[in-house]
């Protein structure tokens, strides 16, 4: 059985009464494959208002998924309003996501700055799930997993083949020595498979998807039975 890795981006959405309630129900839809899951990161990127209720959830769930923020402070904690470092996180969660194209657009921050971040992240002992459009992008050193995701394909319910993406993230590999890159770009339950079954990609990284429990764990359970 491959080894996928599939993360999860809620971006900004969700009230805690939502996440708890996301939880519980996504909790119940994945009690058939526990066992597989034990073998299967499964990462959810959350909003920072909603990382510690859904920490405290999933222990009560006892459902096995990581938990990630979605950006993280290229300062240490100080004088920087409306920042959160990289420590802060490092309580609640293990992972962060870095570069998502949406932070490089809406919110300029640049490959020095996102190069920054990842340090400020490894530092506190976070693992790094780093976004690059192309395989041309600069990685920073240490991301444990880069998610490909062309600007084009997010969000959009447009998805790149599953032959270039596979070229994609293979040129990625080589160029960057990263053993784990995914594919990221309106992916759902119904054409995971045609990403997963592709050797060089290793997960997925949908956004909209993951929002709905019953879209998330459909997309799942295809995921798994892709790759048995
Ligand atoms: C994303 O948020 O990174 C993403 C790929 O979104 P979607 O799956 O909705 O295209």
Known sequence: MKKLFIAGNWKSNKTNAESQLWVKDLATKLSDVAADLSNTPV?????????????????????????????VSKFDEGAYTGEVSAKMVKEVADWVIIGHSERRKYFNETDEDLAIKAQKAKDAGLKVIYCVPDDKTPVPEGVEVVGYEPVWAIGT?????????????SSIKAKTKV???????????????????????????????SLDPEKFSHLIHAALAATK
């Open 179 to 209: 053993a784990t890159v995914i594919y990221g770009g309106s992916v759902t339950g119904d054409n995971v498979a045609t990403f997963v079954s592709q050797s060089a990609i290793d997960g997925v990284f949908p956004g909209g998807a």
């Open 43 to 71: 990462v959810v990127c959350v909003p920072f208002t909603s990382l510690s209720v859904i920490r405290y959830a999933l222990g009560a769930a006892h459902v096995s998924l990581a938990l990630g923020a979605q950006n």
């Open 157 to 169: 319910g447009k998805t790149d083949s599953p032959e270039n993406a596979s070229a994609v993230v």
